[in-house]
Each structure stands twice: as C-alpha cells, then as structure tokens.
C-alpha cells in the first residue's frame, strides 16, 4: 500500500496533470487581471456596430463592470471544468456538471438569484454607476455594479452591499423630470386677499426672472384653516437637482415683492 502511495505521487502523469491545473488557473487569474481591459474592448467593438444609439458615461460604466466580473466568473468556471477533464472522461464529466448545476440550483438559489438579475442588468437601464438611488429602503450612490452584487454608498458615508437578486424596487433619484422648490410663507390673515393676486402675477413673471423654473407655481394651504395667521405654499418645480438651489431665490423673490407692496410677513 505504501509502495502504490509513492508510486502515484512520483508518478511522471500526476506531477504533469498538477502542471496543467496550475497553469489553467493562471491564466484565469490573468484573464481576471485583464477583465477591465477586454470588457472596455467589447464595449467599444459594441459601439462601434451601433453608432446611432451613443452609451452614457454612466451606463458604460455599469456595463464594464458587469462585462468585466461576467469575464472573470467565466474564466474561473473554465479554469474548473479543464482540470477536471484531466481526470474525469468528457461523458462523464457532461454528467457531473449537470448534476451539480441541478444540485447547486436547489441548494443555492439565492446565489443563482443574484446571478441571473446580475446578468438582466447587461440588457436592463435600471441604475448606473454614479446614480442616486434608493434600494431595499437604503439611499446612496451606486459605486459599483457586478454580476452578484450592487454597493451603495450612503450620504453619511456607510457602504451598502445589496445582493441583486434582493432588488425588486428601485426608487432612482438621477432620472427624476424635475426637483420640487416648494416654498412656505406665513402671514397675517388680513392680508390674504391682497398677497393671493401678487403671488399670482409673480409666479408667471418667476419664470424669466428665475431661469431653473419650469412653470409657475402654485399656491396652496395645507392646513386649509384661516385664524389671525395663514401659512400659504407655493408649489414650485424646477429643473433637475436644482430645488434646493432654487428655495432661497424664490423666498428672496417674493420677500422682495411683498415688501414692495407693504405687506409683512407674520412672525
């Protein structure tokens, strides 16, 4: 027994089989090394056949990274299945292979899951890279998307790693028509009957005074009570992701105006 022990570790076939497996590997490693590279070329070949339909830097991004880790699973997978062909005849190995996809499918199918929604990300626009998005009730930024995972990066600065085959609902914040600039103004009840026509008329002058508007607004009270004091809302909308820089300009605005016309805001 100890005799046949030797014999098969000394064997000249053993060492030269060990021989191709590490090399098998190898060059799944150096694929996985150069996957970035070959996916910006399989990109670029892409675009190339279809000139009319320019990707965004975004969605290029995406796809790298997802044609990149679908390179890399690829490799590794081959790498697999070669070294096994070394010991295993083809039949045979065709055999293994579908059982162990029919027991990995059973046995993994979360994995499986994150896979194939991974791979529905290549032919889907869902979300890019740089996105802000909101997944599973986490809001971040999308730093990368591979065939398993996707990583938000939150604005208190924490990372996400949400598996794909967990994303059902995507709430995009980057693909958004519109911000809303919604505004708020308190004033004394008397005043009501004039301060309705003004902000009438300045919600139609708004729109060449202040360029990110993109239609008048409108007024509106969410309480819908009147006492000494009444709180109106101007419902506003302006261009994408410039709500926020356009709050302060419509408050100055219609301070402004209602100063004109003598008219002060309640405290």
Known sequence: MWQNFVTFWTSDSLWS????????????????????????????????ANKRRALRLERQKTLT?????????????????????????????VWM???????????ARPLVSDYLTGVGFLFEDTFDVGEKVDILGNEGVVETVNLRTTTLRSPSGELFVVPNGEIRIVRNFSRGRFSSATVSIKLNAEDLSRVIPILEDLGK????LLPNLLEPWQIISQSGSLG???ELTLVAKAKYAKGAEMR????????ERLNEAGIQLAD
């Open 17 to 48: 089989d060990l021989l191709h497996i590490v090399v098998y590997f190898l060059l799944a490693y150096l694929v996985h090394r150069l996957s970035l590279r070959l996916a910006r070329r399989v990109l670029r070949i892409g675009s190339l």
């Open 65 to 93: 990274s997802l044609v990149a880790s679908a390179i890399t699973f690829l490799s590794v997978v081959t790498a697999i299945l070669l070294s096994l062909s070394l010991f295993v005849a083809g039949e045979t190995l």
């Open 97 to 107: 292979v579908g059982l162990f996809a029919a027991a990995f499918g059973l046995g």
């Open 205 to 208: 002058e708004a729109l060449l």
């Open 228 to 230: 000494q004091q009444t």
């Open 248 to 255: 302060p300009r419509l408050l100055a605005l219609v301070h």
